[in-house]
């Protein structure tokens, strides 16, 4: 059995920061689940508020938790799928902010006390769309993108001060997001949306989505044990479209994707 960590989760209302928490504290680890509403705290678990936009939000509730060794940075939104023509860029901001600058964020907050004692955990929440991006998903796919960039440099610079990071990355899973209504853009591109209509469906199989508790349970394997890679597929999907991804030549690979989804716009 793991040593018991003190682990903050950012966006555990629901879905994914939900199960992982759960988990973490069935495993016996002290667990710290945070949201922007209050939480209900229950066994192992203690609620806080947290908004991971908002550097007094961060700064007050990591004073308040204190010492921590792992954060999972899962908070997150989605603007709304549209064409990258005429998408909002208001949209575009506010999905940054949460899932890119907020977990920067929240990295930022709690490297300068980690690197001094050597060690801590950094999990990032990502997603298939983090290595591959989708039609009418652009904005979405572009903060996970980022996200990941992010990590990979953050990884590279932290590992000589004994501090991990990994990248987690999930297929269809009901993550619990809140849906927006999407930005339809022009109406010359209807039939680009007709055909994407249940596109997560068809890649997901029989089987339906991977429920966000075995997600959590990537989650916590990850912090517990030190030789887990920088990324982490999460499903069925993701392992088969990111096994593809690290296979294939980029025309083969949309080849094999409009195929899997039929498209031919």
């Not at 993550?175 to 068809?202: F, S, V």
């Not at 030789?227 to 499903?235: D, E, I, K, M, Q």
């Amino acid at each position: 059995m793991p040593k018991t960590l003190r682990v903050l989760i950012t966006g555990a209302a629901r879905g994914i920061g939900r199960s992982t928490a759960q988990v973490l504290a069935n495993r016996g680890h002290s667990v710290v689940a945070t949201d922007v509403a209050p939480l209900t705290g229950s066994e192992g678990i203690q609620a806080h508020v947290l908004d991971v936009t908002s550097d007094e939000s961060v700064a007050r509730c990591l004073e308040e938790v204190g010492p921590l060794d792992a954060i999972v940075n899962n908070a997150g939104i989605t603007t709304g799928g549209g064409p990258v023509e005429g998408y909002p860029l208001d949209r575009f901001r506010r999905m940054f902010e949460t899932n890119t600058v907020g977990a920067l964020r929240m990295v930022q907050a709690v490297l300068p006390a980690w690197r001094k004692r050597r060690s801590g955990v950094i999990v990032n929440v990502s997603s298939v769309n983090g290595r591959v991006a989708s039609p009418l998903r652009a904005a979405y796919s572009a903060s996970k993108f980022a996200l990941e960039a992010l990590t990979e440099s953050l990884h590279l610079e932290v590992r000589h001060f004994g501090i991990r990071c990994v990248l987690i990355e999930p297929g269809d899973i009901d993550t619990g997001i809140k849906a927006m209504e999407p930005h339809k853009g022009p109406a010359d591109y209807a039939g680009l949306w007709e055909q994407l209509a249940g596109a997560d469906t068809r890649m997901s199989g029989p089987s339906g989505r991977t429920a966000p508790e075995v997600v959590g349970l990537a989650i916590a394997r990850a912090i517990e044990e030190p030789a887990t890679p920088l990324r982490v597929p999460v499903g069925p999907d993701a392992e088969m479209i990111l096994g593809l991804r690290r296979r294939l030549e980029d025309q083969a690979f949309e080849d094999a994707m409009r195929k899997a989804v039929g498209l031919t716009w």
